[in-house]
């Protein structure tokens, strides 16, 4: 299976953006890229997902690369809530979707 | 509306014993999954489930077994516990496998 790479760990001051990178270079053209977060003690929550085109919601922004081999996790304005460890995933396999998790980047979010 | 719901939440097992996590949803989700998570690791996929009566492995599927009778439930199994099975387990449901994934909070075991 296609696996996605990540920093381990990121900084930023609240009340400024943050881009959190990913590169997922074997995804396929059909799997789609997917975001989650997990704050300490937690499940994962969804953050966002996208196929090719950007995405937005009110969480925060998907910018995928127009190969597709990369993607940014756009938060726009960071609070200390959002510190956490934010995943990206592909969701592969075509009709038999399975949702695989890399390592992760612990954000950390100072004041 | 209680999305996925995991029995028990905590649990620790001598080696050798067995036991069963039931993860519960109630959005009518098609796919669900199980996952660990071991200290400061990323999750792993065990197995699988793309609808009811259907289970499939994930990256580590070893020293466990899944079911999927009803559509809601998605039980995860250890026949004989090892302590390598310490874990975090999560179990997360899906409408279509291409959207947003809904996790439960988790049942963490540990395995003495």
């Known amino acids: 299976d296609a696996k996605t790479t990540q920093p381990n760990s990121m900084e930023s001051n609240e009340e400024e953006p943050v881009h959190l990178p990913c590169n997922h270079s074997?995804?396929?053209?059909?799997?789609?890229i997917h975001w989650y977060r997990q704050l300490p003690s937690q499940g994962p929550e969804y953050v966002i997902h996208?196929?090719?085109s950007n995405v937005n919601n009110r969480m925060a922004s998907l910018a995928i690369a127009e190969d597709r081999k990369s993607s940014t996790l756009i938060l726009h304005r960071a609070t200390l809530r959002d510190a956490a460890v934010y995943y990206c995933?592909?969701?592969?396999?075509?009709?038999?979707?399975?949702?695989?998790f890399g390592t992760g980047t612990l954000l950390a979010v100072q004041p | 509306n209680a999305g996925v719901t995991q029995t028990p939440k905590f649990r620790v097992l001598k080696t050798g014993q067995s036991m069963t996590l039931l993860c519960a949803q109630d959005?009518?989700?098609?796919?669900m999954y199980w996952y660990r998570q071991d200290p400061g690791m990323g999750l792993r996929l065990i197995h699988y489930?793309?609808?009811?009566?259907?289970?499939a492995k994930g990256e580590v599927p070893d020293g466990y077994n899944v079911s999927r009778l009803k559509k809601q439930n998605f039980l995860l199994g250890l026949e004989s516990a090892a302590p390598s099975q310490t874990s975090v387990y999560f179990c997360?449901?899906?409408?279509?496998?291409?959207?947003?994934?809904?996790f439960g909070q988790g049942t963490r075991l540990t395995v003495v």
């Open positions: 997360a449901s899906s409408p279509t496998g291409f959207t947003e994934a809904f």
């Open positions: 074997t995804i396929s053209g059909t799997d789609y």
């Open positions: 996208g196929l090719t």
């Open positions: 995933t592909g969701n592969y396999g075509g009709a038999t979707n399975k949702l695989i």
């Open positions: 959005m009518n989700h098609e796919y």
């Open positions: 489930s793309v609808g009811e009566g259907t289970t």
